[in-house]
């Protein structure tokens, strides 16, 4: 009599050969039956099904994909999943690559390239066809290409680049914000940026630059405060700014999470938003339209870009699209909300 696993040593998966010694056919027959590839008579099939559904024999899609040479998996690799804004890109991906038939492998590599790496090489061992990435580091997308993997790259694109991507126009979202400030009479506009590193950090601190450019006010230096990663830097950042810089009418936060930060910030010093300081901020999540006041915000269409980046690696892999790489450019919108107000005078 055979003894049961013990916790040490899981249950063994059942396999074709199983499969088929309990149907009493053979190990291609029951292939056959199981992957409607190839003939088998209706009682067979209908044997052969019982006796999976009775083992609970669960196909090796990946096995399978090598021996047809196909893989149905596409890798996609995002840098914190903590970030509301990273589930809704994965999102948009899913709904797209599902529609396809595609199934999504999801890395998470919480901002660190030494994981994006080891993350990049984990899907090269899974021998996925196509990779959609937030990239951290060029090192990514250069070592998919060379074996052969598609790439897209969503929200940032590295420089010199040989990847397709989709991106939101930073600079004409953060413009836009600034923008309004400056009409409302706000001159000290704080800028919170944790990177300036990527095309995003870049563009935001751009579309700054040029909206008091044209509206001719002196670009101020010690008002853009870089923000460290992590839970609390954005309150511990705006905090010491204020210190210093108490003639500070308007804060831009760059992201959702910097702005949840400064939010959090005012509530403590009991700083009344917009009365006090304005707020705005780029990425705009639903706890901003539930607060009081409501945030101001730049809106990304962050699900149609997940959507948009499944889209164009899909085209890339049937060979519908060729040639040299493409960038796909989406618009974000201003939404005015109660945190600003006009300055008196």
């Not at 893989?71 to 903590?82: C, K």
């Not at 939010?263 to 009365?275: D, G, N, S, T």
Request: aromatic letters at 4%; hydrophobic letters at 45%.
């Amino acid at each position: 009599m055979s003894e049961e696993p013990t916790l040490d040593e899981p249950k063994r998966r059942p396999t074709i050969g199983d499969v088929a010694k309990a149907a009493g056919v053979s190990p291609s027959t029951a292939s056959r039956a199981l992957t409607g590839q190839g003939y088998a008579a209706a009682a067979v099939k209908a044997k052969v099904l019982a006796a999976a559904d009775q083992l609970g024999y669960v196909p090796d899609e990946f096995a399978r994909s090598l021996k047809r040479r196909t893989n149905r998996l596409v890798g996609v690799v995002i840098s914190d999943l903590r970030n509301q804004f990273y589930a809704d890109l994965a999102a948009g991906i899913e709904q797209v690559l599902g529609a396809a038939g595609y199934q999504m492998v999801l890395v998470n590599d919480d901002g660190d390239t030494d994981r994006e790496l080891a993350g990049v090489r984990t899907l090269l061992a899974m021998r996925v066809p196509g990779t959609i990435v937030t990239p951290l580091s060029s090192e990514a997308g250069a070592l998919l290409t060379s074996q052969g993997v598609r790439v897209v790259e969503v929200d940032r694109q590295m420089a010199e680049s040989q990847c397709d991507a989709v991106l939101v126009d930073s600079e004409h979202g953060a413009r836009a914000a600034t923008g309004h400030l400056l009409e409302l009479g706000h001159r000290r506009i704080a800028f919170l940026i944790d990177e300036l590193e990527w095309t995003t950090g870049v563009g935001r601190l751009t579309g700054y630059r040029e909206a008091l450019r044209e509206r001719g006010v002196d670009y101020d230096p010690e008002l853009v405060v870089r923000v460290g990663f992590g839970e609390g830097s954005a309150a511990t950042a705006i905090a010491s700014l204020l210190e210093v810089r108490p003639d500070v009418t308007a804060v831009f936060a760059a992201n959702n999470l910097m702005a949840e930060g400064v939010w959090q910030e005012m509530q403590r010093r009991k700083l009344r938003v917009p009365k006090d300081v304005s707020l705005v901020a780029f990425d705009d999540l639903p706890w901003m339209s539930m607060v009081q006041p409501a945030v101001s915000a730049v809106s990304q269409p962050v699900v149609a870009m997940g959507a948009k980046a499944a889209e164009l690696l899909l085209a890339r892999l049937s060979g519908t699209l060729t040639g040299d790489p493409r960038t796909v450019w989406l618009e974000p919108t201003f939404e005015r909300r109660g945190s600003t107000r006009r300055l008196p005078g």
